[in-house]
């Protein structure tokens, strides 16, 4: 299992923590040191929805002004901009056997899916 996010997130803490209170190994891909591939983020966004992987909440995309917003309307240009800015990939995403099961941090989700 791969967890990709940031360490200082609350929300990817909260994951990690869930994880090892049940005792679930895993690997952690810090997007900051390691970066994300265009074809990764495709693949989240066909399973998740590009609307979902693009994290409207958080200061990156609060920072961009409502021009620059309106301009992300597709997942070609919703992907150039993860790209370059994964602090605004919703986080953790979670996969298992290289595929994306999991987004954000949900218990009930975890619990089904992983426990």
């Known amino acids: 299992m791969t967890v990709y996010g940031i360490p200082n997130c609350n929300t990817v803490k909260k994951s990690l923590d869930w ?9 952690f891909h810090d997007f900051k040191k390691k970066g994300i ?4 983020l495709n693949e989240w966004c066909n399973t998740f ?7 409207r909440k958080g200061l990156t995309w609060k920072k961009l002004t409502k021009e620059e917003q309106a301009k992300i309307d597709n997942q070609a240009l919703a992907v150039a901009y993860l790209k370059e800015n994964t602090s605004a990939i919703k986080r953790p995403v979670i996969e298992l056997n290289n595929k994306a099961v999991l987004i954000g941090f949900d218990d009930e989700n975890y619990l ?3 426990a």
């Open 19 to 27: 994880l090892k209170e049940h005792q679930i190994d895993f690997e």
């Open 112 to 114: 089904k899916t992983l």
């Open 37 to 40: 591939t265009e074809e990764k």
């Open 49 to 55: 929805g590009w609307e979902t992987v693009l994290n």
